[in-house]
């Protein structure tokens, strides 16, 4: 770990506490944004096409951000990027149906992205510095919290659906509400080490090679499969399925549910199996139970086949990332920034690809996108470098 470790035992206690809070509000927007992709799609009157674009700029920001992620959290300090992104995505959320027009919602969704990803680079630089305080891991534990909130925002957007709270007041209520809980939760982050000689030179992007390229492209296999369910999913539940909004938005709640429940077991299982074991796993179900849910066009089928693939895909970031972190060399942002610059593209390739396919054929064979990816990355996973046992000296080999 190349970050230096500060703080007293207190502040590593309340710093764990405020991150697993701050993964769960990114969650929570996440959760609230998936299940009204539908709502936009109605509000301004957009084809499969047309959305497909709204998802790529989202993506177009999130990935053109990651290139000075790094540098941006080396100056200001974890605390305040995570703080500042946080409360400006918020606000991004909150105003989404609320833009004149088709392209006024483009730009915004832009700075959504771009937000997010400096947001979500700084919460995960924070998680490998705990878990290097702690000497255990926690970024299996620290994920299930995003898909705990993932979860919550879903199941409470289907409720307020179901009472049918307009959709506008619904984001624009979320949207306030995680800027303040994220601008609160971001002063209980570790303090931000005093700058040295060394850490000034330490490079703040590390361009992706050898191990850091082979886990950016299973982090872009599992991002585009994750992307498609998030973004596609409540979409397909309604529109193919033939479900209404609010029972559909139950199935992104499974999803995200089994998910959470999945990434804490992560650690344990962690510890226990072999990574390319699990990664190897988490492909097959993934492929399998996403068959199954298109082949049978049952709502309860669905339904449990969404939970079934959230908890095939719940490793798969915690794993990566957790190993990106440990690359000598570089800062964990920046490794982080690295492997994310490559494996968050396939938010930026699938919205256009799925929308695409259902243009021309139909959302259920677009949805086919995620047994690909889940094969690939069953087919993959012996690349991932195994890691040292524990308690061993030095880092894991990733040559």
């Given amino acids: 770990m190349s970050a230096a470790i500060h703080g007293t035992p207190a ?68 605390r305040n990027a995570v703080a500042l992104a946080g409360m400006a995505m918020g606000l991004m959320l909150a105003l989404v149906l609320h833009w004149p027009g088709y392209m006024p919602l483009l730009l915004a969704t832009v700075v959504f992205g771009s937000t997010m990803s400096i947001y979500d680079v700084g919460i995960n630089t924070e998680g490998s510095a705990l878990e290097a305080a702690g000497g255990r891991p926690i970024m299996g534990g620290l994920h299930g919290m995003f898909s705990v909130g993932a979860m919550s925002g879903a199941a409470l957007t289907a409720l307020l659906l179901r009472l049918e709270v307009p959709a506008a007041w619904q984001l624009g209520g979320v949207g306030l509400g995680v800027s303040v809980w994220m601008a609160l939760a971001s002063r209980w982050m570790l303090p931000t080490a005093p ?15 050898g191990a850091l390229l082979i886990m950016g492209l299973l982090i872009f296999a599992g991002a585009s499969a994750e992307g498609v369910m998030q973004d596609w999913g409540v979409l397909y539940l309604k529109q193919e399925v033939l479900m209404p909004q609010d029972r559909a938005a139950i199935g992104y709640a499974a999803f995200a549910g089994a998910m959470a429940v999945m990434r804490f077991l992560a650690d344990i299982l962690r ?22 849910v298109l082949l049978s066009g049952s709502p309860v089928i669905s339904i449990v086949g969404f939970a079934v693939i959230g908890a095939g895909l719940a490793m798969v970031v915690p794993i990566l990332f957790g190993a990106a972190s440990r690359v000598p060399g570089t800062t964990p942002a920046a490794a982080i920034a690295a492997v994310s610059s490559i494996g968050y593209s396939g938010f930026m390739i699938g919205p256009p690809l799925i929308g695409g396919i259902a243009q021309h054929a139909s959302l259920t064979a677009a949805m086919g996108v995620v047994v690909v990816t889940a094969t690939i990355l069953a087919l993959s996973a012996h690349y991932v470098p195994e890691k040292r046992p524990e308690g061993a000296a030095g880092e894991p080999s990733l040559a």
């Fill in 11 to 78: 502040q590593i206690r309340q710093a764990t506490w405020a991150t697993r809070s701050l993964f769960a509000a990114l969650g929570v927007v996440a959760g609230a944004w998936g299940v009204h992709i539908p709502s936009v799609k109605e509000l301004y009157g957009l084809t499969e096409g047309s959305l497909s674009l709204v998802l790529v700029a989202a993506a177009l920001g999130t990935v053109g951000m990651l290139f000075v992620a790094g540098r941006v959290i080396g100056r200001l300090g974890p």
């Fill in 195 to 209: 700058q040295t000689k060394e850490s000034a030179e330490t490079p703040q992007f590390a361009w992706p090679r």
């Fill in 271 to 292: 510890a226990r199996y072999s990574e390319q074991l699990l990664l190897r796993g988490s492909g097959v179900v993934t492929a399998v139970a996403m068959a199954i």
